[in-house]
């Protein structure tokens, strides 16, 4: 069936695509943290560890709202492993970095999420596309706050 809410196909079209790497760099940011999550080690431990619970819970979430607003555009969301790291800009780890590591790699990824997120943003507010403005607008909200939170343990 033809969707019709108010913003043409082609609009949708790129904004899905946009949304897509929101969507793999928010997914493999997630994977990271869970990682990290169980193989946190050292005098930070359990802080790290349950913090890092906090955000990839949080990152969870995200991750399927962000999904369904690409099936909401009529696009179909990736995801498969291979499909997140060729559309992700988020880099991957080798190996099990140290925890003081794991915080800076944390840091980028969301200014990573948050740059993306800005990117489709203007292609989103030229279209009128209000539900996804303001999930992108969350997206970089929580991953400015989360940047900041960290940032904030390596100073």
Do not use: C
């Not at 080798?94 to 800076?104: F, H, S, Y």
């Amino acid at each position: 069936m033809k969707i019709d809410i108010g913003i043409k196909a082609k609009d949708r079209e790129k904004i899905a695509e946009g949304l897509t790497r929101v969507l793999a760099d928010t997914y493999t940011t997630y994977l990271k943290t869970h990682n990290y999550h169980w193989n946190v080690t050292g005098p930070m431990f359990n802080t790290l560890h349950l913090m890092f619970e906090q955000q990839y819970n949080e990152l969870w979430i995200a991750v399927d709202e962000i999904a369904e607003r690409i099936r909401s555009l009529g696009a179909v969301a990736p995801g498969t492993y291979k499909a997140f790291a060729e559309l992700t800009s988020v880099e991957e780890d080798n190996g099990v970095p140290k925890a003081e590591t794991m915080i800076a790699n944390l840091v980028k990824a969301h200014e990573t999420i948050t740059r993306t997120a800005r990117e489709v943003f203007a292609i989103v507010d030229e279209a009128s596309d209000e539900p996804t403005a303001d999930l992108l607008t969350q997206r970089m909200q929580a991953s400015e706050k989360t940047a900041w939170m960290l940032r904030s343990m390596l100073e």
